[in-house]
Every structure is written in structure tokens, then in C-alpha cells.
């Protein structure tokens, strides 16, 4: 099957439902921003591609054997079997049909095939009706969602509002088929415990992982700001520094960090020894402190996708946020490489 790129970009905010988030005094700043996700990986190639697999559980088909099933599998199923509902925008308030889809993909749905009887040598012209093939046509899930700051917490969230399965449409063209949101709908925005049996499937997202993935600090579709939060980053360094309640971990998310390491983190400064391969002379140079340093422009953002076979429904929860920093490798050709500073696990 051939997958699309990641990709991460905003949209325009017609698009939404309004969410309750936005009513929240402590929620300052909020900004709608959409993405595209390719969720199924060998699992060697999972990590470069900021997908980790938790948990998939093999399903019973015949007789002994079993199958691994994948996300796509495990949704379209339950839409068949009408436990999952489907919508035709991302507000997801107007339900759509299976005709409505079948449009979408090829147009009127409707084919006309000549068929010839070698007995009575006659000719008859059939209507067949289009399927939808989603093994050849699918290509991947669009989100989208709400990035908010919470001031009172000093902590980044995010709700997926709607998301939907992208395919290939051959109504403008057969030879250069166009990638269409074939339906939308809601996941629910709570975590739950992946040891439990109803779980049958489950992933780890990373953004960012590709250059595709970026989650920008300065996003275009902002959607709420509160005078004074205008870079709420500067807010959250302030907490970093500062608020003894907030909890952050190290850039590998494995051990806490102390007040002390925090405050050394802010002043500490790197020295970095360059070479130039036209004058083949080698210069230090003098790094600033990275968590206040203006190369630190978009969020990981880490979540978890869970499958609940019982339920047919997918629940997705942000488990952490880091702060990226950019480094160019080579600002000629534009090349550069980024890595999380720090990790702060939400809150459960």
C-alpha cells in the first residue's frame, strides 16, 4: 500500500466546531491546526517516522488462524456494522450515506459495461454499481484539532475535534487521482489504560518527527489570545523556572529534573567548535542558553491513539510535550535538525 507523507498545516476555522475549551479563563491562547498522519510502519521504520506501536491484538478470522488487523481495518468495520457515525464535514452535524462516498470517489458511482452473449449473440449494457476499495485507495488520517495554552497550569493541550480517513477521488481524473477526506468523524479526547482487554489496538504519535510534522509556537489560525499571552512561551519559561508544582522531565523523558537543573538549563551556555570548508579553518562558536534561545519555534506534541474493540470507538490523548530546538547543520542549502529540550507529562 502506498502511504503519503506526513504533513502538518493549519486550516480555516470554518472548518471547526466550536469547542468549550475556548470558554475556559485559564485557556489564553488557542490556535486550530490540522495534520496528516500515516500510522501503519515496518516496525524498524516506526521511530523515524514518530509512530510507535503499544498494542495490537491478533484477531480470530477461521478455524486456528489469526490476523494482526490494522486501524483502518478495525474502523471501517465498525462503520459497516453501523457502531461507528459518520459525517460529511469536519463539524460532523450532517451524516453521509455510503452512496455519498461512493460520489466523492468516482463521480456518479454508476458504470456502464457492455456484455455479449456468444449463444444469442446479442449485446446487453449493464449498470454496475461502484465499490469502494479502501486497501488500493486509502492513504492515510487527517486531524483536526485545538492547540491551547493553559496559563493556571503553566501546560500545552490539545483536542482532536474530527478526523477522517484520506483517499484517492477519480472524479477529476483516473491517471492523477486527488486526496479527498472521504468522511469525518469524532474520536473521544480521554486517556484510558492500555492494559485493558477492550483495548485491541494502540499507537504512539511523536509531531515533528519529519519536517512535514512541525507544530509551529507562532501558528497562522489563532483562534483565541489574551493581551499578554500573545507568545505564551515566554510564560511557560517563566513556569520552567519558577513553579516548584510543575513537574518536567529530561530530554529523554526518563528523569525528573530538579529546580537546580532547571535553572542551570537557562543559564548554561554551549560552545560549539565549527569548521568552514572553503577556508578549512576551524572557530568556536558560543551557543546561548537553548530553552530561552529564539531557535526554539515548535512543540512535540505525544500522543496515544486506542483502539476500544468493545466500544468501536478511538480514543486519543495527549501524554506529553516538549519544546524542539532548531539546529542548522547548513544554513546554505537550509538544513537542520531539531531536538526536545525538556518533556512535561500531562496531568491524569
Not at 468516482?106 to 449494457?125: A, L, R
Request: proline share 6%; charged share 25%.
Amino acid at each position: 500500500m502506498k502511504w503519503i507523507k506526513f504533513l502538518a498545516f493549519f486550516t480555516p476555522l470554518h472548518v471547526f466546531a466550536q469547542s468549550a475549551i475556548l470558554e475556559n479563563p485559564d485557556i489564553v491562547w488557542a490556535a486550530y491546526i490540522t495534520q496528516d498522519w500515516e500510522m501503519e510502519h515496518p516496525l524498524e521504520k516506526e521511530w523515524d517516522a514518530g509512530v510507535i506501536t503499544i498494542k495490537n491484538m491478533p484477531k480470530h478470522s477461521a478455524g486456528l488462524q489469526y490476523s494482526t488487523p490494522i486501524f483502518t481495518e478495525l474502523l471501517f468495520e465498525a462503520i459497516e456494522s453501523h457502531k461507528l457515525e459518520v459525517f460529511d464535514e469536519p463539524d460532523c452535524k450532517t451524516p453521509i450515506t455510503m452512496d455519498s462516498m461512493v460520489s466523492k470517489m468516482y463521480g456518479s458511482g454508476e458504470n456502464w459495461v457492455v456484455t455479449f452473449d456468444p449463444v444469442t449473440y446479442e449485446e446487453q449494457i449493464v449498470i454496475c454499481k461502484s465499490e469502494i476499495f479502501f486497501d488500493r485507495d486509502f492513504t492515510g488520517w487527517r486531524t483536526h484539532s485545538i492547540l491551547y495554552y493553559n496559563s493556571k497550569l503553566a501546560a500545552w493541550g490539545v483536542e482532536v475535534m474530527a478526523m477522517a480517513p484520506l483517499m484517492k477521488s477519480y472524479v477529476k481524473s483516473y491517471e492523477n487521482p486527488e486526496i479527498i477526506p472521504l468522511f469525518w468523524f469524532k474520536p473521544i479526547n480521554r486517556p484510558r489504560n492500555i492494559g485493558n482487554k477492550e483495548i485491541t489496538w494502540a499507537k504512539k504519535t511523536f509531531s515533528g518527527a519529519t519536517e512535514q510534522t512541525t507544530i509551529f509556537l507562532a501558528p497562522d489560525s489563532l483562534v483565541k489570545v489574551t493581551p499578554g499571552f500573545e507568545h505564551p512561551y515566554q510564560h511557560y519559561v517563566e513556569a520552567f523556572a519558577n513553579k516548584r508544582r510543575s513537574v518536567f522531565y529530561d530530554s529523554r523523558m526518563e528523569h525528573k529534573l530538579s529546580m537546580a537543573d532547571r535553572k542551570n538549563m537557562l543559564v548554561n551556555r554551549d560552545s560549539l567548535l565549527e569548521f568552514d570548508p572553503e577556508t578549512y579553518e576551524t572557530y568556536t562558536v558560543i551557543i546561548p542558553p537553548k530553552v530561552k534561545s529564539e531557535n526554539v519555534t515548535q512543540l512535540r506534541l505525544v500522543q496515544i491513539w486506542a483502539w476500544d474493540a468493545e466500544k468501536s470507538r478511538l480514543y486519543i490523548w495527549l501524554d506529553a510535550v516538549a519544546p524542539l530546538y532548531i539546529r542548522d547543520l547548513n544554513i546554505k542549502i537550509g538544513r537542520s535538525w531539531s531536538f526536545p529540550l525538556f518533556y512535561q507529562k500531562v496531568r491524569r
